[in-house]
Every structure is written in C-alpha cells, then in structure tokens.
C-alpha cells in the first residue's frame, strides 16, 4: 500500500490516512509513506516513511488516495489499484484552491478518479448519499479510534492549565470553529479551564486570539501526535466546537471517538454524525453545553467504562474490514 505525497506530515496531527494506513499494516500488507519533509527513511508502526516517489515500489501497489489531484502520479505505477478515500465533503478544499489554476483543483479531477478507482470508501453515511449516485458501490468506513492507545491511562502534560475541571478540545481550529459558542459557554462558567490543544488556521488568528483573551481559556497550539493520548486523558470532558453547515454535516470527528476510548464524556454541536453516536451529548445553545458538560463532570467511574466499551467497537481494524473483504472479493487485495 503505497501513500502518495500530500501535505500530511507522518506524526503531525494524526488523522484518518495514517490510521487507516497502519490498520493495512496490521492486516499483512507492507505500507508506504511519502513525505518530503522527512529526516529520511525510517518504520514506524509497521509503515515505511520514505522521502521520494523513487523510495516506493511501482508494481503489485494499492493506492490509498484522498485528494484527487494527485491522479496524474498513477502512471508511474504498473497496474495500481485505487482505493480512493472521500474523507469530508469536497468544499472543503475550495477555500485552500482560490488560486489554484482549474486543472489542478480537486474537482477537475474527482469525476475520473471516482471512475477508475477499485474502491471507493466514505467516512459517513451523508457523504456516501451524495456520492452513491457516482459509484453506487462505494463502502462506508467510518471514522475509528486506537483503542489501545487512547484507552491506556497515561500522566497530564505538564503544560495543561491547574486550578478547575479542564474542559478540552483537540485538532484544527479553522473556519468551521464556533468561537461564539465557546465564547459564550466559558463565560458562564469562569471556574472551568477550556483548553484547545492544535493548530490555529491563519484566517481564523484574530478570531482565536480574541476568545482567548478570556482568562479561562487557553491555547496550547500544535503538539505531538504521540502526546495526544495524554492530553486527552487530562481533560475531564471533551468538545467539539463545529458550526453546522453543509460541509461539516459530512463530517465525522475523529476526536469524538478518542474521547470515549479515554473514558472521558463528550459534548459536541449537533454534527449529524455526533447525534447519532452513543454517548455523546449536543447541543449548540451555551445554556444546554454548559448543562451537558457538567453532566460530563458528575460521571462516575462505571459510566466512563460504558464510554470506553462504546469506544471499542470501532478499532481502526474493525473498521477497515469492509475495504479489505472488497479487495479480496475483486481479486485486488493483494495479500491474502
């Protein structure tokens, strides 16, 4: 399995490619990563970090690809099969492509990807409705978790704020942020410490810095993939702060599953995917957060359990099964 070169970084804010890249890795397949930033070749976690598309092997190769634009590389492969990956609703690409010439934009080149790849996988049920009429076959794989990396207990960073319940959030902080919605939550409740712990897009600066003038919340910034583990397990109730809008309707946090795998509650704005989880509260009045995370706070040991068992059914293996069975069933799978 062979990862063309995107601007994912291996361990930088570790989302669903390299999870399911590692899960191909447990199931026996050899995988490779390409980054050009890295130091050089080195294995992690069964997977081959390479720095060239020359480091790669080019025959008897599937391709996990999730961003169209890379379809020209397929040439330099012998016979590939594609797995193309729809991870969120395309739009979201459009803000990042204003000045991307249109051959080179995603759109120009999803409609002959979606045509020639093997397997077409999507990460919620919403996306797979707007995309079923492209490919009628397309497989739903839904966002997972490392059960065993976040279930294990593991010591608070030493840079997590002291002094009140910590009320955490961890990943992007972008344009789909609602910095209203935590704004307004925290100052009902200047005793909690709200901590947000990721990368803050540059078009949404100005917005992070004014919610965080508030003296109850603080921004960490990006840290380790590695850390996160542990700062989740230093927050006692998780959040997600996502306006609602068509983009991120199609959306499934990987976040959300990682608090539960933790034992620690979850409140979330009501993203379709969030309303349908077991064990997840939403909202997106500051009244009915500010309730619901200090539901989150009066768990008890037994129902953080409930939370770790929900959590376990969707192991990163687990939820790779159906893209593997489709690639064994079309003679594809390439090992056995």
Same mark, same amino acid.
């Given at each position: 399995?062979?990862?063309?070169?995107?601007?994912?970084?291996?361990?930088?804010?570790?989302?669903?490619?390299?999870?399911?890249?590692?899960?191909? $890795?447990?199931?026996?397949?050899?995988?490779?990563?390409?980054?050009?930033?890295?130091?050089?070749?080195?294995?992690?976690?069964?997977?081959?970090?390479?720095?060239?598309?020359?480091?790669?092997?080019?025959?008897?190769?599937?391709?996990?690809?999730?961003? *169209?634009?890379? =379809?020209?590389?397929?040439?330099?492969? +012998?016979?590939?099969?594609?797995?193309?990956?729809?991870?969120?609703?395309?739009?979201?690409?459009?803000?990042?492509?204003?000045?991307?010439?249109?051959?080179?934009?995603?759109?120009?080149?999803?409609?002959?990807?979606?045509?020639?790849?093997?397997?077409?996988?999507?990460?919620?049920?919403?996306?797979?409705?707007?995309?079923?009429?492209? !490919?009628?076959?397309?497989?739903?794989?839904?966002?997972?978790?490392?059960?065993?990396?976040?279930? =294990?207990?593991?010591?608070?960073?030493?840079?997590?704020?002291?002094?009140?319940?910590?009320?955490?959030?961890?990943?992007?902080?972008?344009?789909?942020?609602?910095?209203?919605?935590? =704004?307004?939550?925290?100052?009902?409740?200047?005793?909690?410490?709200?901590?947000?712990?990721?990368?803050?897009?540059?078009?949404?600066?100005?917005?992070?810095?004014?919610?965080?003038?508030?003296?109850?919340? +603080? !921004?960490?910034?990006?840290?380790?993939?590695?850390?996160?583990?542990?700062?989740?397990? $230093?927050?006692?109730?998780?959040?997600?702060?996502?306006?609602?809008?068509?983009?991120?309707?199609?959306?499934?946090?990987?976040?959300?599953?990682?608090?539960?795998?933790?034992?620690?509650?979850?409140?979330? +704005?009501?993203?379709?995917?969030?309303?349908?989880?077991?064990?997840?509260?939403?909202?997106?009045?500051?009244?009915?957060?500010?309730?619901?995370?200090?539901?989150?706070?009066?768990?008890?040991?037994?129902?953080?359990?409930?939370?770790?068992?929900?959590?376990?059914?969707?192991?990163?293996?687990?939820?790779? *099964?159906?893209?593997?069975?489709?690639?064994?069933?079309?003679?594809?799978?390439?090992?056995?």
């Amino acid at each position: 399995v062979v990862y063309l070169p995107t601007w994912v970084e291996w361990d930088s804010m570790k989302q669903r490619p390299q999870f399911l890249l590692e899960a191909f $890795a447990k199931a026996g397949h050899s995988v490779w990563f390409i980054d050009p930033r890295a130091d050089g070749a080195t294995e992690i976690d069964g997977v081959h970090i390479v720095t060239a598309l020359s480091d790669v092997p080019t025959d008897q190769v599937i391709l996990y690809l999730h961003f *169209a634009p890379l =379809a020209p590389l397929f040439d330099d492969f +012998t016979d590939p099969v594609i797995v193309y990956d729809i991870l969120d609703d395309l739009s979201i690409y459009d803000a990042d492509e204003v000045d991307v010439p249109e051959e080179r934009r995603v759109r120009a080149h999803h409609p002959a990807v979606m045509e020639r790849a093997d397997v077409v996988l999507v990460s919620n049920e919403i996306l797979a409705e707007r995309h079923r009429s492209e !490919r009628p076959d397309l497989i739903h794989v839904p966002n997972g978790v490392d059960v065993e990396r976040f279930g =294990a207990p593991v010591s608070a960073p030493r840079d997590v704020p002291v002094g009140g319940p910590i009320v955490g959030y961890h990943g992007m902080i972008s344009h789909w942020f609602d910095f209203d919605l935590l =704004a307004a939550v925290a100052a009902r409740r200047p005793e909690w410490r709200f901590v947000l712990v990721g990368p803050t897009d540059p078009r949404v600066e100005d917005d992070a810095r004014e919610v965080e003038r508030l003296a109850n919340v +603080t !921004r960490l910034g990006e840290r380790s993939s590695m850390l996160m583990p542990a700062y989740v397990h $230093a927050f006692d109730v998780g959040t997600i702060w996502f306006q609602i809008d068509e983009m991120t309707k199609g959306v499934t946090p990987l976040k959300m599953f990682e608090y539960l795998a933790a034992g620690v509650p979850c409140v979330s +704005t009501p993203l379709p995917a969030c309303v349908a989880q077991v064990g997840v509260t939403t909202s997106d009045e500051p009244e009915a957060f500010v309730e619901a995370i200090e539901a989150g706070l009066a768990a008890e040991t037994p129902e953080r359990d409930r939370l770790r068992e929900i959590a376990a059914a969707s192991d990163w293996s687990a939820v790779l *099964a159906p893209a593997l069975e489709r690639l064994r069933e079309s003679g594809r799978g390439r090992v056995g």
